[in-house]
């Protein structure tokens, strides 16, 4: 006999752990971290402060976040070795096919990448927030063909990651948008690139393992993949008449549309206000941008047809032309998620293997039961 009735299909509603970074009410679209909701640490604080918090569990104090940043900046410069990999990898790759290898790479030449102990674990979690940066610059610069541009130590974080992606120094509103993204993108309490994340790290295995699977759990189309597939979405609408009736046909259809709905979400995500009103904010003074037309209608139909569904804009619905209206090509659209997410990686590894257990769920077998080997000649 098999019982069925009690799986819990991709998992949903299972605790497994306790956190005290991220709580998420879906119902009610509220997220916070540390308590503090996240209008509040888009307006008023920043990604460095943020990852410090969510590494440490508390607000830093000044000279706690002013010793982290001063961190990040040491630990901006990537080995060389690194560079050359990056530079080497064939043209026309997905940059998140070069960040999963380039992760991997990165922990081939820190000698403290096996080290399992929380302080090891905080340290090289130092090291990757700042790397990504410059990793995913790298990449794009060296798919372009073009110069790989080295980090300056006097931009934030979120600017010297647009000067090292672009070789120009951003204007300071554009800098300060971009940290903005970053923050709202930081962390997300059980999504499945942190569980993947912890999943690696119950095993005890080491942080470059853990965040290597996680960019490869954050590259799908379901997950942070769905900001880069908004933009396909965008294109193939093409202009705002359009998009009225694309979106029809796709419900119609039954056809999943990209950037909404969500596994906990069941009201609007509160990231995707914060975003769509950057994204009006932009699209206003630039008097120039068809895609915030686009989904102000695909957001208005998809509501009208399945809010009462429970099916409402997620993060990665207008993300997408914060990123474009900055100048970036789609295909970086999840590598800047993963820019974002390495801090609520890092810190969620470190917060559950202070307790660990390893992660082994299990399924209901239905296959065949009493049966015998068959000889590979007596099969038909
Ligand atoms: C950062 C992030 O990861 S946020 C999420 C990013 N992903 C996307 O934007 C991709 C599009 N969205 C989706 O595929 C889903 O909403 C998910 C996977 C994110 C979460 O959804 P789940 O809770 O697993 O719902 P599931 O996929 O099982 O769908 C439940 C029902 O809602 C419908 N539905 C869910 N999302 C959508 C959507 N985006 N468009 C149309 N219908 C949808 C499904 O078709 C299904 O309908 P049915 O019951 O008639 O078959
Ligand atoms: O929480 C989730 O399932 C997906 C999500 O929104 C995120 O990771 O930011």
Redesign the pocket.
């Known amino acids: 006999m098999t019982n069925t009735a009690n799986i819990a299909k991709?998992l949903?509603g299972v605790l497994f752990t306790e956190t005290r970074l991220t709580f998420i009410n879906g119902a009610e679209g509220i997220l916070t971290h540390l308590g503090i909701p996240i209008q509040e640490w888009a307006e008023k604080s920043t990604f460095e402060e943020l990852s410090l918090a969510l590494l440490d569990g508390e607000l830093p104090t000044a000279a706690e976040l002013a010793r982290f940043d001063a961190d990040l900046k040491a630990n901006r410069a990537v080995p060389q070795g690194l560079l050359d990999v990056i530079s080497a990898m064939p043209r026309g790759i997905h940059p998140m096919q070069a960040l999963r290898t380039a992760v991997s790479y990165l922990g081939l030449l820190d000698p403290q990448a096996e080290e399992t102990t929380e302080e090891a674990r905080r340290a090289i979690a130092i090291r990757m927030i700042a790397q990504f940066a410059t990793v995913i610059a790298a990449i794009n610069r060296a798919q372009e063909g073009q110069e790989i541009v080295a980090p300056r130590m006097d931009l934030t974080h979120a600017g010297n990651f647009l000067y090292m992606l672009t070789g120009k120094e951003p204007t300071e509103e554009q800098a300060r948008l971009f940290d903005i993204a970053l923050v709202l993108h930081a962390d997300?309490g059980m999504?499945?690139s942190t569980f993947t994340a912890i999943a690696t790290a119950s095993t005890l295995s080491d942080m470059y393992s853990c965040i290597t699977s996680a960019v490869g759990a954050l590259k799908g189309?379901?997950?942070?993949g769905?900001n880069e597939?908004v933009m396909d979405m965008l294109d193939e609408v093409g202009t705002p008449e359009n998009a009225e009736a694309y979106i029809t046909a796709k419900?119609d259809r039954?056809?999943?549309?990209?950037?909404?709905?969500?596994?906990v979400y069941k009201y609007f995500d509160p990231r995707s206000r914060v975003l769509r009103d950057y994204a009006a904010h932009v699209a206003n003074k630039e008097g120039k941008s068809n895609y915030y037309q686009i989904l102000e209608t695909i957001e208005r139909v998809v509501v009208e047809r399945?809010g009462s569904?429970g099916?409402y804009p997620?993060?990665?619905f207008y993300s997408g032309t914060v990123y474009s209206d900055l100048g970036i090509r789609k295909e970086y659209f999840t590598p800047i998620?993963a820019l974002a997410r390495i801090s609520g990686w890092c810190a969620s590894v470190i917060e559950y293997t202070r307790d660990n257990r390893l992660l082994r769920p299990d399924a209901v077998y239905t296959g065949a039961r009493d049966q015998h080997y068959v000889p590979l000649q007596e099969r038909q």
């Open positions: 991709g949903e997300h999504n499945a189309p379901l997950h942070g769905a597939a419900l039954k056809e999943k549309i990209m950037g909404v709905g969500h596994r399945m569904r099916i997620n993060v990665d998620f």
